[in-house]
């Protein structure tokens, strides 16, 4: 769920700098050294590396945060959203970095939670994590 790039701070890398490929976000940047950094894919949704995301349709945002990723079916689930068909998920910068409006995927389908409570989007990224061979580290 991570890689390390040979890129560090004496390449003005910094935590937290959104990484991308020539689809669409990829990760940001966990650990900083150096001469090299650690990528943390957005599929790594552990409670300390949680990606907030915004879900546009039309002139309509809706935010949320990627919880769980599934690896058998290779898709990513955002909750608690309301559902469009086709809409589309992008990075949502809280930094103000400017790097909002990334393209991380699009909402496939809806399913209710398992405790049947709220909704949760089922969304297909573009970046297929298998067979990433370059990126680009979004810096300031």
Do not use: Q, R
């Amino acid at each position: 769920e991570s890689v390390t790039i040979n890129k560090g701070s004496l390449d003005n890398i910094e935590k937290d700098n959104i990484v991308i490929n020539n689809i669409g976000v990829i990760g940001k940047i966990n650990k900083v050294y150096n001469n090299s950094s650690e990528v943390s894919f957005i599929t790594n949704v552990n409670s300390k590396n949680k990606t907030t995301v915004a879900i546009k349709y039309n002139d309509e945002i809706v935010y949320g945060t990627i919880s769980k990723y599934d690896y058998n079916k290779k898709e990513l689930i955002i909750s608690d959203i309301e559902y469009i068909d086709n809409m589309e998920v992008f990075s949502l910068d809280l930094n103000n970095n400017n790097l909002s409006g990334l393209l991380i995927g699009k909402v496939i389908k809806i399913e209710k939670d398992k405790n049947n409570l709220s909704k949760i989007a089922v969304v297909k990224p573009v970046v297929d994590f298998n067979s990433i061979k370059y990126v680009c580290v979004m810096v300031k």
